[in-house]
């Protein structure tokens, strides 16, 4: 089937990260357990449009949503796509298929004063964690940075003079971000705490061990402390990143500037902040318009 040979090219000529690597993965697996199970002398080589629609039709009455079965095919459109490159096989059965429509919900984001809120009134505990952790929910909030690329921050990526730092992003896509003042104190301050632990390594986000820190804590220290400000049900790093963009769209940023911070490679993934905006202008209108 040679998905180990297609993980290899996901990982080594896409370098695609870990993450991605693994769900492609998963999805592939998926893909033949459901071929094993309903297809008679199964061969995902020898699969043709037919069965990737009633994969699809099987995956829509199980409940999973069309954002993530649009996401699944997409694994397979690049399966398909490699073994047609390698010459494994002589057409590509996901040209005919039709995705189902996906609805476009607006992203969630936390308001200007609901964050105001929780870095000014809410008490981070006076310890190393604390400290921490305050750095990690303000650092979100101020670069708009992804979860993966705050995990693989280095400290000598840090540049204190010019105020700015550079992150290592999808595909491994460097980019430069800067921030203001109050991060830079924040640095500062959590660096010189970070120093005491006898790190032997670069990595700025440790735990209280002086080891890099992993992803499900940096995630858990978000959840956490969001719950604190706002009612969402999703109070993840991305949320704090949707509130970075949201808000720097709504107070006057040019999309492409907001662009070019996100690290996001086409225009149109930056464009549903622009939903977002045309509420916050609605609402600005009812308030001040005298016949609104």
Not at 184 to 213: D, M
Not at 225 to 234: D, I, M, P, V
Request: one cysteine or more; aromatic letters at 12%; proline letters at 4%.
């Amino acid at each position: 089937m040679y998905i180990d040979a297609f993980l290899k090219y996901l990982s080594n000529e896409k370098r695609y990260s870990d993450h991605t690597t693994r769900s492609y993965k998963s999805d592939l697996v998926q893909f033949v357990e459901f071929g094993n199970n309903n297809i008679e002398e199964f061969n995902p080589l020898t699969s043709d449009h037919h069965i990737i629609r009633k994969w699809i039709v099987y995956l829509m009455e199980n409940g999973l949503s069309s954002r993530s079965v649009n996401r699944k095919i997409t694994t397979l459109k690049t399966y398909y796509k490699f073994l047609y490159r390698e010459e494994i096989i002589t057409s590509i059965p996901t040209q005919k298929v039709v995705l189902p429509k996906m609805s476009k919900p607006l992203p969630h984001f936390v308001s200007q004063t609901a964050m105001n809120n929780l870095f000014d009134h809410l008490n981070f505990p006076n310890t190393f964690e604390g400290q921490r952790d305050r750095l990690i929910v303000l650092m979100f909030y101020c670069t708009g940075m992804r979860l993966s690329e705050m995990v693989g921050l280095l400290i000598p990526n840090i540049d204190f003079h010019y105020m700015h730092l550079k992150v290592l992003g999808k595909r491994n896509k460097e980019r430069l971000i800067p921030f203001g003042k109050e991060l830079f104190g924040e640095l500062n301050l959590y660096i010189a705490e970070r120093s005491k632990l006898n790190c032997t390594h670069k990595y700025l986000i440790v735990t209280k061990e002086g080891k890099p820190a992993y992803g499900k804590l940096i995630y858990r220290i978000v959840n956490n402390y969001l719950s604190n400000a706002t009612t969402l049900e999703k109070r993840s790093p991305h949320v704090l990143r949707h509130t970075f963009a949201t808000q720097m769209l709504n107070n006057g940023a040019d999309i492409n500037a907001i662009k070019e911070l996100l690290g996001h490679a086409n225009l149109s993934a930056t464009q549903i902040y622009t939903h977002t905006s045309f509420n916050k202008l609605k609402e600005i209108y009812n308030q001040a318009h005298p016949r609104a």
